[in-house]
């Protein structure tokens, strides 16, 4: 099912204040529901319908955390008129923004017909073509880490060695294993060969801004 024809009723919401004195909702969507999956910086309406306490509400949100408790963090936009009283019987909305999807097919499109956008190495081997493995000739740095960065481990500087020296590769590990950290010191590495820009992607704003951070202090 699309998100955009998702909705959820009779939802209950504790009230909470950011740092930047915005109002911040509170509710829980369970793992197990298959219907909604969020992920931050996904929009949302939260909604009243109204009653003798209060008369009806809305507000649009973005997600800005998800706990471990299941639950959803929603920052809303205006704080003015919020039903902080009120805990039950409200309704939350996915709004629909086609921008990130747009990009998407876009860039599919382009993958397709513009032979001049990608490596052909890289086409053949992301279609899961058969290619022989390609090393990349560079020369490698003496320490694997970055300045402004904490100190990598073994396992982290054996990534960094080995993307720096193929074409595609692929980093795994649980949270807190220290991926954003090894990206930093990759995008680091990278700029330092001066072969050109790096572009770097994450799924989510919030993503982004965390390794941007990384990279930053570098």
């Known amino acids: 099912m699309m998100k955009e024809s998702q909705s959820k009723d009779s939802v209950t919401v504790r009230w909470d204040i950011g740092l930047n004195k915005k109002r911040v909702a509170y509710f829980v969507f369970p793992k197990e529901d298959n219907e909604l999956r969020l992920v931050p910086g996904d929009e949302l309406r939260l909604r009243y319908s109204g009653g003798t306490s209060h008369p009806a509400w809305q507000s649009v949100g973005h997600v800005i955390k998800l706990t471990a ?3 959803v963090a929603l920052e809303l936009r205006a704080s003015q008129g919020v039903p902080v009283e009120l805990n039950h019987g409200f309704s939350v909305d996915f709004v629909w ?3 990130s999807f747009d990009r998407m097919q876009g860039a599919m499109k382009t993958f397709a017909v513009d032979e001049t956008s990608v490596s ?8 899961g073509h058969e290619v022989e493995h390609q090393i990349i000739r560079n020369t490698l740095p003496r320490r694997f ?25 692929l980093i795994q590990g649980p949270p807190g294993t220290g991926k954003t950290v090894t990206s930093a010191a990759i995008v680091y590495h990278m700029a330092k060969q001066g072969q050109g820009q790096v572009l770097v992607c994450a799924p989510s704003n919030v993503a982004v801004d965390q390794l941007a951070e990384k990279i930053s202090s570098t």
């Open 97 to 99: 923004k086609s921008t």
């Open 120 to 127: 052909g190495y890289i086409y053949h081997h992301l279609l």
């Open 69 to 71: 408790q299941e639950e």
């Open 145 to 169: 880490g970055a300045p402004g960065l904490p100190e990598l481990n073994a396992s982290q500087v054996l990534a960094v060695k080995s993307v720096l020296q193929k074409p595609v590769s």
